[in-house]
């Protein structure tokens, strides 16, 4: 049966296992008691690793159970060999060995003998079946000699066909937390069974426990600590971290679609040229579509297909792909996640994963209202301020035109001489154009809404505004010698009831900015037209630069530019509330090099124009 003590002695020819988890490694007090006692009486302790990092915890158990390891060392109470590793590559190489240490300790004089095995990387099939021939070989060894030997297994590292294979060979074994020893001589096959089957169990509920304690934490820390984050990329680049390490992905990053191109908006971890390589290979729609539609997906690694070349020179085996979703279906990216560990590894976080994924998503919409709540207040503040200094301005101004206006009216009933006449009827239409911006300037900055309105031929507005912005383009285009043509489809038949100097300032300002977006010419094209028996549309399409997706989202944005310090900012904004306040709305279609179309559209009248 199971021998279940509380003190432990030393036993010659003994092979003791101690189970832990990588989660913990707390020193047990009887191994310790153990230890000092065989270093009092003639002893040392042998430490047999395979890999730095175990060589290392190896020294800082020996300075927790309260040892001196340099002075161990210094005095040959102590030596710590590597063992199972490449150096030795045969098996009658690695018992040589062990056999080596305990003949250098015999001939010190030390009458008992400890040996401390811990080995990790075993996950492979070939280093477990070394690892099983190698504590075999020391149990082998320890039957000639006056060693009793301890060997540390973490529990996660062992798979389920090792840990059974495995254990049954030690004499007792010893578990963490727990101050007893099981003897495992003489027991039953079936009662060995089971009770390793309840060992087994015991620490697998407590890593799946601790597991699942970590995920929950980590969406507590998510909600806390980007509470206070002011930016959408500080948010991601934080999940992204935790997200990683809780699963234990190797590397990883999100990426967004940008028309079939790969767009890197946050990683962690990455390996260097992995990006440039992944770059390198055509990225289709369906792909990045296919993510989406699936959801949360753990698989394999491609070895065959496009991606093969990066998966092998990576040594990937999992790609774990999650895709950040808003409520309202608009796609923020995809998280790829990496490792070299197999896909059945991370099957258990698909749940864990979806539920970060709803709460990025949740923390980035809310982010998002923040960041446009906090646009909306800063703009009110700027059209504040403008409001003040047009208002003022177009008060002085007024007055200036007022008195134009009076003086060469009296100048026209006073001459004769017809050619002057006509300039002075120039200079007074001109000065009623300028009040009309004043009142639209007036309008802006006091959201004065009694602006004279009146029945209008759109057609006719529309050709006055294409005569004022010939000068510029004779001026620019003819005399540089550039190559610029108008097409005027006029086309509608129906009036509007509108302010005709705000529609023709709106339909002339985009004109404008064609102009400026074809500088090594090209053709522009004015069309009015009735969309239905309700609406009228304005359309003023050019063949130049075209805009990106950000310019568009801001275009209307009061003092935003893309001029540079030959731009206000107000020009569209101004025109976009010209259009609003007559019932209508404007539309932007713009691709980057193939041109802008502006589509304004206004209510008809069936008023009459008397004029």
Request: negative net charge.
């Amino acid at each position: 049966m199971i021998k279940k003590v509380s003190s432990l002695e030393f036993e010659s020819g003994a092979l003791c296992g101690i189970l832990s988890t990588s989660l913990e490694n707390s020193p047990l007090e009887i191994l310790i008691n153990l230890v000092k006692e065989t270093m009092n009486d003639d002893g040392c302790i042998i430490l047999i690793c395979n890999s730095l990092r175990v060589y290392t915890s190896q020294k800082e158990t020996i300075k927790k159970w309260g040892f001196d390891y340099h002075e161990l060392v210094k005095t040959r109470k102590l030596t710590h060999r590597l063992y199972v590793d490449s150096t030795f590559k045969t098996r009658e190489e690695r018992v040589n060995e062990i056999k080596y240490g305990l003949r250098r300790c015999e001939e010190e004089g030390f009458k008992k003998i400890l040996t401390h095995v811990h080995m990790d990387k075993i996950d492979t099939d070939e280093n477990s079946r070394m690892l099983y021939n190698f504590i075999k070989d020391i149990k082998e060894v320890c039957k000639d000699a006056n060693m009793m030997t301890f060997a540390s297994y973490e529990m996660d590292n062992l798979t389920e066909e090792n840990f059974y294979k495995l254990i049954p060979i030690h004499s007792m074994l010893m578990l963490s937390e727990h101050e007893y020893v099981y003897s495992l001589d003489n027991i039953r096959n079936k009662e060995s069974e089971i009770f390793l089957k309840y060992i087994r169990s015991l620490f697998i509920d407590k890593k799946l426990l601790y597991s699942e304690n970590k995920k929950l934490e980590l969406l507590n820390e998510l909600i806390l600590e980007t509470s206070y984050m002011t930016s959408s990329d500080e948010l991601l680049n934080i999940s992204l971290k935790k997200i990683s390490d809780i699963i234990g992905a190797d590397f990883g990053y999100i990426i967004n679609n940008n028309k079939g191109s790969i767009d890197v908006i946050s990683q962690y971890n990455v390996p260097n040229d992995y990006l440039e390589d992944v770059k390198k290979i055509e990225i289709e729609e369906e792909d990045i579509l296919n993510i989406l539609e699936k959801g949360t997906c753990i698989r394999m690694a491609d070895m065959q297909g496009k991606y093969a070349f990066v998966s092998k020179k990576y040594n990937l085996n999992t790609i774990i792909e999650i895709p950040l979703v808003f409520m309202n279906g608009l796609h923020i990216g995809i998280m790829r996640l990496f490792s070299i560990r197999q896909a059945y590894d991370f099957y258990h976080h698909v749940s864990f994963l979806e539920a970060v994924s709803n709460t990025i998503t949740s923390l980035l919409e809310r982010q998002k209202y923040v960041d446009d709540n906090q646009r909306k207040l800063i703009m009110s503040e700027k059209l504040r301020v403008l409001g003040e200094l047009a208002g003022g301005i177009a008060h002085d101004f007024n007055n200036i035109l007022t008195t134009i206006l009076g003086f060469s009216q009296i100048a026209m009933n006073k001459l004769s001489d017809s050619e002057i006449k006509q300039y002075i009827q120039t200079i007074y239409s001109s000065c009623l154009d300028g009040k009309s911006i004043v009142e639209k300037i007036q309008s802006f900055s006091r959201k004065n809404t009694n602006v004279k309105k009146e029945v209008n031929c759109i057609n006719d507005i529309a050709r006055s505004a294409i005569e004022m912005a010939k000068p510029k383009w004779k001026n620019y285009y003819e005399t540089g010698g550039i190559k610029f043509h108008v097409i005027e489809k006029l086309e509608s038949t129906s009036n509007i009831h509108c302010n005709q100097y705000e529609i023709k300032e709106v339909i002339l300002n985009i004109i404008l900015n064609a102009m400026d977006a074809m500088e090594k010419g090209g053709t522009l094209t004015i069309r009015t037209y009735d969309d239905d028996e309700n609406t009228i549309v304005v359309e003023i399409e050019d063949t130049g630069s075209g805009m990106t997706e950000e310019v568009k989202e801001n275009l209307f944005e009061p003092f935003f530019s893309t001029k540079g310090a030959k731009g206000t900012g107000l020009g569209l904004s101004i025109s976009k509330n010209i259009i609003y306040s007559h019932g209508g709305y404007i539309e932007v279609h713009s691709v980057p090099g193939e041109g802008t179309l502006f589509k304004i559209y206004l209510p008809k009248t069936l008023e009459i124009n008397e004029k």
